[in-house]
């Protein structure tokens, strides 16, 4: 590849350079391409038409030998109450109960006041 300088001078670019310029306007071009989408994550791109609603009832649970963990059952209502926007709540129930076996530190701690 070969160009023209002011001076009437021609230069020769070597082929790393012209790799890098390809490169360099590749990436600029795939940039704008990057940028679009939505400006937030979501697990539902769709809002639910005017008019019309979605309900669900859900729950998870978990524990460890200390405690169990439960949430649900929770509520989760959407609805599209004007265009292109949907209204969305939660109604959360969860708890936490610690398992009957008391649970035991192996570790003797140290209770003495500081100075």
Known sequence: MTFRCSAGRTRKINGNCSRRIVFFVLILAASTLWGQGPPFQTDDP??????????YIFGSAGGTP???DFTGPAFEFNWGAIPRVQLHAILPIGGIFPSIIPFTCLVELDRTPSA
Request: proline share 8%; charged share 25%; glycine share 0%.
């Open 66 to 68: 200390a405690e169990f």
């Open 46 to 55: 769709v809002p639910v038409d005017l008019h019309h609603y979605e309900f």
